[in-house]
């Protein structure tokens, strides 16, 4: 991996940045705060993960950017730019947890799917496959149906599809939780790799310490009822990050902090 990095004008341009967001959800059962007064830059070419325990509203806030819900307090801008703008110019693409492949589509014709809908002509596609499947390491399987591949080879193809229309951020909602862990290593290195070389910006959801210390330029801790921002911590960690880095005390450093900031949320009387 190149040591590559942006620019320090680069990083001070905030490709979304949060102010007062709240949102609650109306429901039968009265009012749900899913997210309470969150505060957030995020920088162009940042690598940030979100971490808390379940219903802390990280999937919310990363729907919140898609422009899938709707804030009922605060801003919220991308790029600048309302979140409805920034979902009608491309700005984002959408990773989920699970790979959602059309079974009946080759891995090609699942990423062109996107591509087919904004229009591109056949050689902008094929061009746009060719590019994104050699990005991901799936070369040679552009025939192959989603059920004839791994799960991971399967995740590896949905990154592909949100990676096709080149758009410069990337939303990732636990997108390894379901793999093993010599296999969500594997790519969680292959991830770090295909961010350096493409200088994009990645929000990262995941329940994994580890993950987040080693995938993350910052880390963003959360706790539930309300969902909110408890801690945001830079990392020092180099860029170059072979897997053995996860054993020096930097790492563990790191990862001490996180797992004091998730502690200092959780409420266990409500997981049992
Ligand atoms: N459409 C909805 N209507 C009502 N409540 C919702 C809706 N979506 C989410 N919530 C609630 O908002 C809170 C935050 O949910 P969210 O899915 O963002 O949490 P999360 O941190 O991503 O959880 P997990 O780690 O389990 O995926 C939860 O209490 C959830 O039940």
């Not at 790191?254 to 409500?270: K, M, N, T």
Request: hydrophobic share 35%.
């Amino acid at each position: 991996m190149t040591t590559s990095s942006p620019t320090s004008a680069d990083r001070t341009e905030a490709v979304v940045s949060a102010t007062d967001l709240g949102l609650t959800f109306k429901t039968n059962d009265g009012d749900v705060v899913a997210l309470s007064n969150v505060n957030l830059t995020i920088n162009k070419g940042e690598f940030v993960s979100f971490i808390g325990p379940s219903g802390c509203g990280k999937t919310t806030f990363l729907r919140t950017i898609a422009d899938l819900e709707q804030p009922t307090s605060g801003t919220l801008t991308i790029n600048g730019q309302t979140p409805e703008n920034a979902r009608k110019d491309r700005s984002y693409g959408y990773v989920f947890q699970a790979p959602a492949l059309y079974p009946w589509r080759t891995i090609e014709k699942n990423i062109a799917l996107p591509l087919e809908i904004m229009g591109y002509g056949a050689s902008q596609q094929a061009e746009r496959i060719k590019r994104t499947m050699d990005l991901v390491n799936l070369s040679g399987f552009e025939k192959k149906y989603p059920w004839q591949l791994s799960g991971g080879m399967q995740q590896r193809a949905s990154i592909a599809r949100a990676l096709a229309f080149d758009a410069d951020l990337l939303l990732m909602d636990e997108p390894f939780g379901a793999l093993d862990e010599i296999v969500r290593d594997h790519l969680n290195s292959e991830l770090l790799k295909l961010w350096d070389r493409t200088q994009k910006t990645i929000c990262f959801v995941t329940h994994s310490i580890p993950e987040a210390v080693y995938l993350s330029t910052k880390i963003v801790v959360m706790s539930p009822r309300p969902g909110r921002v408890t801690d945001v911590i830079e990392s020092n960690l180099p860029r170059e990050r072979p897997l053995d880095i996860r054993e020096t005390p930097e790492f563990l450093a790191i990862a001490a902090r996180v797992r004091d900031g998730l502690r200092a949320g959780h409420s266990y009387e409500e997981t049992v």
